[in-house]
């Protein structure tokens, strides 16, 4: 089964359309994206949140794969899964 469920969350993942952004923690998120002056407080957590997104495709894409892991690339598995575990009841929030 664990097999499986790597290319299942990726293919949700990738089709997953958000229509109410739910609030992404500062501490979630790498140091560029904790303020912006260029952008509103909405824009900056949809920055947050498409981050957050594109870090969970990762760490999915790469269980789902055959590839050889190096640690840089453990490492982001780890966060991207990590955040998708934390936020998983946003996908069903509006």
């Excluded at 958000?18 to 900056?44: A, G, I, W």
């Excluded at 981050?51 to 794969?65: D, H, P, R, T």
Aim: hydrophobic share 40%.
């Amino acid at each position: 089964m664990f097999l499986n469920l790597p290319a299942i969350i990726l293919e949700h993942l990738e089709d997953f359309e958000c229509t109410n952004t739910p609030k992404v923690f500062q501490e979630d998120v790498p140091e560029f994206l904790h303020s912006n002056k260029s952008l509103n407080y909405e824009e900056l957590n949809e920055a947050r949140w498409d981050y957050l997104m594109g870090e969970a495709i990762f760490a999915f894409n790469s269980l789902n794969s055959d590839k050889q892991i190096n640690s840089e690339e453990a490492s982001r598995i780890a966060y991207g899964t990590n955040m998708f575990g934390k936020y998983f009841q946003s996908f069903w929030t509006e």
